[in-house]
């Protein structure tokens, strides 16, 4: 069996069984993946592979990391898991049927929004667009795009929002190369729908974690992790007045696949658990009391948070009322992400 955690073992084997995803229209199709080294391209990859009745093609650019990461998987599966070496920022050549996309390669870390902007718009923009003429040539059946959150911009505290409120953003603001590298992707998306026939679904995710984060994960939720096991006191850089939902991944990839395979072209669905939904103060209270037993607490030292690349103070208080239209439902709240999250990364 693959060297994971049984923790994570077991989310696999949770989407596997999901009935409101119809798995038989993969049987004997080929999904690419991009983005299939990251937490939540790895755990679509290995769902995949876990179902059994799909072959899988991984875009990767480091090899050896992907060989390494996916070693058990290799030696199991054989050919359903094959690695296509390249980079979504070059045009893509593979010989071989695609028949479903799941596009999932981006810019991930805040910092870099506002240190490398053009980098994080180079990497959303010509990737997509290498991406999607893959597509277009592969004639595939379905074209999923992982959006994300921020195209929502930053709505009134108590308003929750929905799927045909994209904001407007400031371009003179260098970390909005983010936000408005992904509206344009999606009007990309819907373009090369229109035009070429592409049969593309847009998924919009909340900050989305679980198994499979690395321990060293630079992100708010892997800070907060190391703390409650390192018995560390939280230290926030703002007054943590954020409000936003989150997802856990193995929710999120049951989403991507629902969409994938009963979701409306040219449409856009928000993922997140509205049951989630609190300010990062309250969060990292949560783990204090919940996670350290106790046995640690907030501080604040507060920093010039745009040199940080974090985003203004939002209320992202999303509905998802349209993707739970077709049969998904988030299963797992936010203490329980945290404690299975914690669960795999000391396996």
């Known amino acids: 069996m693959w060297k994971e955690s049984p923790v994570y073992l077991e989310d696999l084997s949770g989407i596997v069984a999901d009935s409101n995803i119809p798995w038989e229209k993969l049987s004997g199709k080929t999904v690419l993946v991009t983005g299939a080294t990251g937490l939540i391209g790895a755990t679509v990859v290995n769902a995949l592979l876990y179902y059994g009745k799909v072959r899988v093609l991984a875009l990767v650019r480091n090899l050896d990391k992907a060989r390494s990461k996916f070693a058990a998987q290799l030696a199991e599966c054989g050919d359903r898991l094959a690695f296509v070496v390249g980079d979504v920022c070059s045009p893509l050549a593979i010989d071989e049927t695609v028949d479903y996309i799941v596009h999932g390669a981006s810019q991930t870390a805040s910092k870099a929004f506002v240190e490398q902007p053009v980098e994080t718009i180079d990497t959303a923009v010509n990737g997509t ?123 999120a990839v049951r989403a991507i696949l629902t969409v994938m395979l009963k979701g409306e072209r040219r449409q856009a669905y928000t993922a997140a658990n509205a049951a989630t939904y609190c300010s990062i103060a309250q969060m990292a209270e949560m783990i204090c009391r919940e996670l350290a037993q106790g046995e640690i607490s907030v501080r604040y030292e507060l920093a010039d948070v745009q040199k940080l690349g974090y985003a203004n103070t939002l209320y992202m208080n999303l509905d998802t009322t349209k993707l739970q239209a077709l049969g998904w439902k988030a299963q797992v709240d936010l203490l329980q992400t945290y404690k299975r999250t914690l669960e795999s990364m000391i396996y």
Do not use: W
């Open 129 to 251: 667009r290498n991406v999607l003429e893959l597509a277009r040539k592969k004639q595939v059946q379905a074209f999923v795009y992982l959006s994300s959150m921020e195209l929502y911009g930053y709505p009134e505290k108590g308003h929750v929002v929905t799927e045909n409120e994209v904001a407007g953003f400031d371009t003179t603001v260098v970390r909005n190369s983010y936000p408005i590298g992904k509206q344009i992707c999606e009007a990309l998306c819907s373009a090369y729908d229109q035009e070429y026939g592409v049969p593309v679904m847009i998924l919009r995710l909340t900050q989305t974690f679980g198994p499979g984060v690395e321990y060293t994960d630079q992100r708010i939720f892997g800070e907060f992790i190391r703390c409650a096991r390192e018995k560390r006191d939280i230290v926030l850089k703002t007054k943590g007045e954020t409000e936003r939902c989150y997802l856990y991944t193995a929710d």
